[in-house]
């Protein structure tokens, strides 16, 4: 059975002024799949994410989300409408501690009022309860829920990154170079989290610059190539010099 796209770019392009960033780009992401996103800098992987994302509104071309067209104001309704990316950066406040990282922004709190603070209490034990499920069904190795993010490895960091993006339940998770600075250990720990994110039907967009991360999980590679489509690529039928030909315009990218 045919399976369509949960999110697509069609013919989209973004300029700068006299920079043409996204030229007629088209991407496809498909439930229970993979798609790896790769180019050299400058290639408009940042804005085809930001384009995604409603950072940047595109100047023509259309994105489409379970088939209807949308056109996203803010990252914000972006994940409302049920897609979450987790940046390079993180985004993490290292001074709390992971539970409170998971719930940030969307604090479970009491019903009634604390008079002398004028404040609702937060429901620390079901946060920390919800917090421990959603990072167990993940696999990910977190010391302590009320440990300091500050005080966890760069992986675990990720760990806590992701989950907070799987709060709100998203469809289509889209991950900016998630090994980034990593140890191998570290890694192939965000590798397998990415594949169970696929194994339970989520539509994963990865942006990568380690072709050796992104043969391990990918099941399509796209390449941009100065802020145009270069090749799409079914990962397990293409090579790595293939897609490094494809990134630097060599001929034989075939």
């Not at 600075?181 to 990568?208: C, H, K, N, P, Y």
Request: aromatic residues 4%.
């Amino acid at each position: 059975m045919q399976v369509s796209p949960l999110l697509e770019l069609r013919s989209v392009s973004k300029s700068f002024g006299a920079v043409n960033a996204l030229r007629n780009v088209s991407l496809s992401l498909y439930p229970g799949r993979v798609t790896a996103l790769v180019g050299d800098n400058g290639a408009g992987k940042s804005t085809l994410v930001k384009t995604l994302t409603g950072v940047h509104s595109p100047d023509s071309g259309e994105i489409l989300f379970d088939g209807k067209a949308v056109r996203f104001s803010s990252p914000k309704e972006a994940a409302e409408a049920g897609i979450a990316t987790v940046f390079q950066d993180l985004a993490v406040c290292g001074n709390l501690s992971v539970a409170e990282n998971l719930f940030l922004g969307r604090e479970l709190t009491t019903d009634s009022w604390n008079p002398l603070r004028a404040l609702r209490r937060t429901r620390v034990a079901e946060m920390e309860r919800k917090s421990r499920e959603l990072l167990a069904s993940l696999n990910a190795k977190v010391p302590s829920l009320r440990n300091a993010v500050e005080t966890l490895s760069g992986g675990q960091r990720q760990s806590v990154a992701i989950a907070r993006a799987l709060l709100g339940e998203p469809r289509v998770v889209i991950l900016d170079e998630p090994t980034a600075a990593l140890s191998v250990g570290q890694t192939a720990e965000v590798l397998a989290m990415i594949e169970r994110l696929r194994d339970a039907g989520m539509a994963i967009l990865v942006i990568s610059h380690n072709l050796a991360d992104v043969f391990r999980v990918a099941d399509d590679i796209a390449v941009l190539r100065l802020g145009a489509n270069s090749k799409l690529f079914e990962a397990k039928t293409c090579s790595q010099e293939q897609v490094i030909a494809a990134i630097t315009g060599a001929q034989w990218a075939n």
